[in-house]
């Protein structure tokens, strides 16, 4: 099994930045690519970001591409996505999410090709 925690989430205005990050625990060594997603409320689950191991592939959802920056510290176990101009929009609880091994080196933005979640982090950006 692998525990994803998140932190970093809260309130800012319009324009700010915030830096989400993802602990991750257990049996890291299953894993590879790693994800975030958000959901608003009333709203389905979106994809916001995902990168393989080595950091060298990221895929990004056009709704954050050139703001959101997503990476990862793999002597840490931690995955982080750097959020800058933030958008009213962008307010949802973000969840990050890890893809066993044996789905491959692909960041996909496939939610049900991940196997483990975290609990999530609340971020609300106000007008």
């Known amino acids: 099994q692998v525990q994803l925690v998140e932190s970093g989430g809260g309130l800012v205005q319009a324009g700010g930045s915030l830096r989400l990050s993802c602990a991750a625990s257990?049996?890291?060594?299953?894993?590879?690519?790693m994800g975030w997603f958000r959901r608003a409320p009333g709203k389905e689950r979106e994809f916001v970001a995902a990168i393989n191991w080595s950091g060298g592939r990221t895929n990004y959802a056009d709704s954050v591409k050139g703001r959101f920056t997503i990476s990862r510290d793999n002597t840490k176990n931690t995955l982080y996505l750097q959020m800058n101009s933030l958008k009213p929009e962008d307010t949802a609880v973000y969840h990050c999410?890890?893809?066993?091994?044996?789905?491959?080196?692909?960041?996909?933005?496939?939610?049900?090709?991940?196997?483990?979640w975290g609990q999530g982090t609340q971020v609300t950006v106000s007008s």
């Open positions: 257990g049996r890291t060594f299953s894993t590879n690519v």
């Open positions: 999410a890890a893809a066993l091994l044996s789905r491959g080196n692909s960041p996909t933005s496939v939610g049900g090709s991940y196997d483990y």
